[in-house]
């Protein structure tokens, strides 16, 4: 059983292919690597369950029923998703998934897949993304806060944030849950914040006050 902490530290694979062989097939490699999947057999779904404001990335084939995979990318991009594309592709998909590369897609592998290839490209993808959304957290911080916090400190303040467990943390971080509960416990102080609720306000507040 994979640990629910983990998984969720990693992020989630969002997966698009309307075959459900394959679908199940690669659901499971990366299941089995620790990533949280969603699996779906259209566009349409994907999009209705999609949330924009989480760590993930999206492998999806190019051939989909309905809204093909081309136009998804497109809608993503529309909606100022920054969510990273890999397309699945059979020889005969090469130079759309060529197209696809152009207008930002991260890559794109050929069918049959190999497991430990395309996990290695997740894993990959979503630790680019943990990092830049941690980059983006940061520079919204009010400087006075920034200059008083080290950079692990700083990880475990975004973790906190995003309403994370020491275990989870942990996890994410590769420390220990004590090394995590030291952290948080030097953030407390040296925001001078008694609860979560607290810091979370001055962490919010533009003063940093």
Do not use: W
Request: glycine residues 4%; neutral net charge; charged residues 30%.
């Amino acid at each position: 059983m994979i640990a629910t902490e983990l998984v969720l530290s990693l992020g989630t694979v969002y997966l698009v292919d309307p075959r459900h062989a394959p679908r199940r097939d690669l659901a499971t490699a990366l299941e089995q690597s620790h990533f949280r999947v969603r699996a779906y057999d259209d566009a349409e779904s994907f999009l209705a369950d999609y949330d924009p404001d989480g760590v993930a990335c999206l492998v999806t084939e190019v051939a989909l029923p309905g809204i093909d995979g081309l136009q998804l990318q497109r809608h993503l991009a529309d909606g100022k998703s920054d969510i990273p594309v890999v397309f699945l592709v059979r020889r005969s998909d090469v130079p759309t998934a060529v197209t696809a590369m152009k207008h930002g897609a991260v890559d794109f592998l050929m069918q049959p897949f190999d497991a430990a290839a395309i996990t290695t490209l997740v894993d990959n993808i979503l630790g680019r993304a943990r990092r830049a959304r941690f980059e983006r957290r940061e520079a919204r911080l009010p400087r006075a806060i920034r200059d008083r916090l080290t950079p692990r400190e700083m990880q475990v303040l975004d973790a906190i944030a995003e309403g994370r467990l020491n275990k989870q943390i942990a996890a994410e971080l590769g420390i220990s849950i004590k090394t995590v509960e030291v952290h948080r416990a030097n953030v407390m102080a040296k925001l001078k914040a008694r609860t979560v609720a607290e810091l979370m306000r001055k962490v919010l507040d533009e003063d940093g006050h």
